[in-house]
């Protein structure tokens, strides 16, 4: 099973930056989503964007309230994958988790990185994002 441990969180300013990191050890499946979710109390999971990392190339995708700030990257030969925040607004604080699915074939973007929580496996240990106004 596949382990993930994310880094990178702190506090920001609003319009600042800060890059998240998810690096995954143990069996890491290919052809499988790598997802940042956003959590903050009384809510759940909110999927911010994935990464499908699939065997004949990698597709990105972002939630609407994301889309031109946040750029999700990966780096193969360290099993990282990167959440890239720019512009950071006070409602993008919250606790920001690292998720993975069994491998997905197929479909579209609801299908390979869905935004159901549920349909993911593992996950990291969350890191905490602030962003005062």
């Known amino acids: 099973q596949v382990e993930l441990v994310e880094s990178g969180g702190g506090s920001v300013q609003a319009g600042g930056s800060l890059r998240l990191s998810c690096t995954a050890s143990?069996?890491?499946?290919?052809?499988?989503?790598r997802a940042w979710f956003r959590q903050v109390p009384g809510k759940e999971r909110e999927r911010v964007g994935g990464i499908y990392l699939g065997s004949d190339g990698d597709r990105t995708y972002y939630g609407d309230s994301v889309k031109g700030r946040f750029t999700i990257s990966q780096d193969n030969a360290k099993n990282t994958v990167y959440l890239e925040m720019n512009s950071l607004k006070a409602e993008d604080s919250g606790t920001y988790y690292c998720?993975?699915?069994?491998?997905?074939?197929?479909?579209?973007?609801?299908?390979?990185?869905?935004?159901?929580?549920?349909?993911?496996?593992?996950w990291g240990q969350g890191t905490q994002v602030t962003v005062s106004s």
């Open positions: 143990g069996y890491i499946p290919s052809n499988s989503c």
């Open positions: 998720a993975s699915t069994r491998p997905r074939f197929g479909g579209d973007e609801m299908w390979l990185c869905p935004l159901d929580f549920h349909a993911y496996y593992t």
